[in-house]
């Protein structure tokens, strides 16, 4: 499979007050065309300051990329200007799906305006610079794509199982429910015909059954249009049910990348085999995990997550494992070998595994 995404020793710290947060340490992970891929990891490793880095919208001025790539169709995005990164590449090349769908809504304007905004400056023919057919005060939307767009916007609410798509266009994002409001950043993100989605945890504001239904229509509509997705996710049940391939981070650092099937089977790291026994058993006992994620202002040297391993020797405290293994990679010295069976996993994702 080629590689659409491929990101690279990606290095991102944040200066705060505190001090500076070493958020992302040389992180390496790759898309191939039409798979969906979910970042795992707890709260605070790094998940959504990768995806915004890779959509180009860390916050400016706190935040720093010091060093890395991130090669998108071949083209290393970290190379372009902020300016063409937002015409060429954001909302039209890679999406973005996030957590919260009043984030990419403006709850001053109507569904349909802000569908119809999207499209004038990112569908598939809308020009990418100043140009020909570049809307201008005179010209802003030709009629005639204005029409196409508009067909295409209902179609695209069809898919996402609008109903009623025409009255939904003039309503205000608040007078929608929150699955009827991430149907509709579902659709925006579609609309261009994107390549990549970038979903940072786009269920977890909503409530459990309905975070089923939006999944399972997320995995629907990549899979039928073929378009990669990268999912962050805090929860492994949802990993197991959506993702092809599934790459863990702890603290900053991606520590294991394997494919689903062989990822849920026998773990290979021991942070991440730590974290499926930390998932209820269906005894209902959970085991934590010893010790705590550390500070990203001071983390330790080597392996992050050597202070809470057992298994940790010398060189994990002072280098950072190298990346070993085929398909099923593991960033560490001491990789374990325990079949999920040993794991007593119950087997428990977030929601059940009904088909879509
Ligand atoms: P996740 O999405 O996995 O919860 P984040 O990428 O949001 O993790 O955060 C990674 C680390 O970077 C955390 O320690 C967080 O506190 C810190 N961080 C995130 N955003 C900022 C910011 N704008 N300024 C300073 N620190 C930040
Ligand atoms: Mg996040």
Redesign the pocket.
Known sequence: MTDLLSVRDLEVN???ERGV?R?LDGVSLAIGQGEVVGLV????????????AILGVL?AP??EVVTGTILFAGQNLLDLSSVEVGRRIRSRRIAFIPQDPFGSLNPLFTIGQQMTDLMQWKSPVAPDKPGRGWPTLLAPYPAQRKAQDRQAILDMLESVQIPEPAQVLSKLPHELSGGQRQRIVIAMALLPQPELIIA??PTTALDVTIQAQILRLLHREVKRRGVSVLF?T?DLGTAWEICDRVVV?YA?QEVEVAPNEAFFAAPRHPYTAKLLQSLPRADGVAQDIPGEIPS?IAPPAGCRFNPRCEHASAPCRTTRPPTVGGDHKVRCYHPVAQPLAQLRWGGAPSYGAEGS
């Open positions: 944040y200066h705060t947060v958020a990891g707890e709260s605070g490793c790094g998940k959504s300051t990768l995806a915004r916050p706190a935040s940072d945890e962050t805090h981070m900053g990203l």
